[in-house]
């Protein structure tokens, strides 16, 4: 279902479960799997999720949704399906790494949630992007009403998830549900060189950042105290001391 490769400060993690990448309850498992391997990782700052499908991930498996629906399980089964998908998410979005979707294909549903949980995205001017569950009834409810409003404004959310709108790549730019996009043909070579010139970053400074961000967008938590917080907390990194030292003597 994944390849996961390491070249020296970035794991690339591709996508590789035929036909279209699908998310099942196996998929997720083996996701939190590759998480714990990366967490320990103190040698890679940067997650590269790519795509080895035409399709980058369609979302939840609906075979195995039906099968669920079928079944008759209860709401507390239902409920623990779906705080799942939210801890895998979760996690991801919170991870001390600097996380890159490459978008070449479709991100519809979970898929486009998943995106939605790492820091930056690229896509392709071909990609489709959206949040169609409303077609079934159902909503983007593994984050996606969260995230895409935090991330775009209400309005974007309104015309992603209400209308059930599926947008290119150039599209979701305007929009700000990427911060990249490029023709197909060039995605592969744009976001390795965008990678390549963030390789190196340091992890602590990003798990800080993450968090001062975070702070920015919850009324509970006072952003500037954070980011004092965070930054005493860096200034007695040996990591940030080594990494300032070496400024000074090649300036």
């Known amino acids: 279902m994944f390849e996961i490769s390491h070249q020296g400060s970035v794991s690339v993690l591709t996508l590789s479960h035929p036909p279209a990448n699908a998310i099942g309850h196996a998929w997720l498992v083996e996701f939190e799997n590759i998480l714990d391997q990366l967490e320990g990782n103190d040698q890679t700052s940067i997650l590269h999720i790519r795509s080895d499908q035409k ?46 979707s490459e978008i070449g294909g479709a991100a519809l549903g979970g898929g486009f949630e998943l995106a939605l949980s790492c820091d930056l995205r690229i896509a392709a001017h071909e990609a489709k992007l959206g949040l169609p569950e409303g077609r079934l009834g159902l909503i ?83 952003g500037f105290a954070k980011e004092i917080e965070v930054s005493l907390d860096l200034v007695q990194d040996q990591d940030t001391q080594s990494r300032v030292a070496a400024f000074f003597e090649n300036n």
């Open 140 to 222: 983007p409810g593994a984050g996606g009403t969260q995230r895409i409003t935090r991330l775009c404004g209400p309005s974007v959310a309104n015309r992603i998830i209400l209308a059930c709108d599926i947008v290119d790549g150039k599209t979701a730019l305007d929009l700000g549900m990427v911060q990249w996009a490029v023709p197909r043909a060039e995605l592969a070579a744009t976001a390795d060189e965008l990678i390549d010139g963030w390789s190196g970053l340091s992890s602590a400074a990003i798990l800080a950042a993450k968090k001062c961000i975070a702070a920015a967008l919850d009324p509970a938590q006072n």
């Open 55 to 100: 399709i980058f991930c369609a979302g939840a498996d609906l075979k195995e949704y039906r099968q669920r629906m079928e079944s008759g399980e209860s709401p507390e089964q239902y409920k623990a399906y779906l705080q799942n998908f939210h801890r895998l998410f979760g996690r991801l979005e919170n991870l001390a790494k600097l996380t890159v």
